[in-house]
């Protein structure tokens, strides 16, 4: 158990060094990141100005669901892995990793948490800067028990966001392009995975289809235990959903590593 932890340890440590090499790169996401919360200003602002509280909520609670997310998807988000794992089975880097004891999936998951702690701790910086102006806005819950609830929630959440980039990447046995595969996955995220506008105020119809997909456990189901947008009764069902979908994908990555092995062997890759 040891000399496993030891590996997939180095695997991390190798991680944070290539992606420390790259912070520039991350902390310019971050700045990005400014103009889509400046965006959500002036749009929820102009909204609000009609109607004081929507779907039970004031301007003050959505900025901080947007404040939320931005640093969410920082830290558990994943950008471009499944671009990563495809490049690797393009050009062959893949067949290092079937002569060695090393579980790929392991070993590209503790690349992602080290990437995901460099480019999260990053993103702090430019929400520190601008702090005094939106220091205000932020109203987040006082109950200590979300914070324990939201430590469990973003671990799975992570594992969602980082096991369907995966299996995007291993597509890449099959298809010599999964751009397109991207592309569409991104587009249903930001619709049903809370990207955006929150969850909760669309109808309740689609609302409650959402809940049983999982775009809504990558990042609006944290998000909304953090800020309190739901109640007790959907945390409690929504972790039994989240612990599904983590199961599910966990072994639909297993399933495709071993059929596009399968495939790949087969033509001499």
Known sequence: ??????????????????????????????LFSLLHLAAAFILWGAIFTVKPTIGGFNLAQTITYFVTLIILQFFIGAFNEDYQISEEIRNGLINQFLLKPINYYLYRFSV??????????????PLIFISPWIGSYLVFPHDMWRLLCAIPAMAMAAIIQFSIAYCFGMLSFWFLEIQGFV????????????????????????????????????????????????GPEL??????????????LLCTSQLLWVRGLKRHTAVGG
Request: charged share 10%; glycine share 6%.
């Open 112 to 125: 992602f948490v080290a990437a995901r702690l460099v480019s999260g701790a990053l993103v702090l910086i």
């Open 235 to 248: 945390i409690t069902q929504g972790f039994m959903i989240q612990a599904f979908w983590v199961v599910v």
């Open 183 to 230: 592309i569409l996955s991104m587009a249903v995220e930001t619709a049903l995975g809370g990207q955006a506008f929150p969850l909760d105020l669309m109808p309740k119809a689609i609302f409650n289809i959402a809940q049983y997909l999982p775009f809504f456990y990558q990042m609006y189901f944290p998000a909304a235990i953090i800020t309190g947008r739901i």
């Open 1 to 30: 158990m040891i000399a496993v932890f030891s590996k997939y340890k180095q695997a991390f440590i190798l991680g944070l060094q290539s992606n420390l090499v790259y912070r520039w790169n991350f902390l310019a996401r971050g």
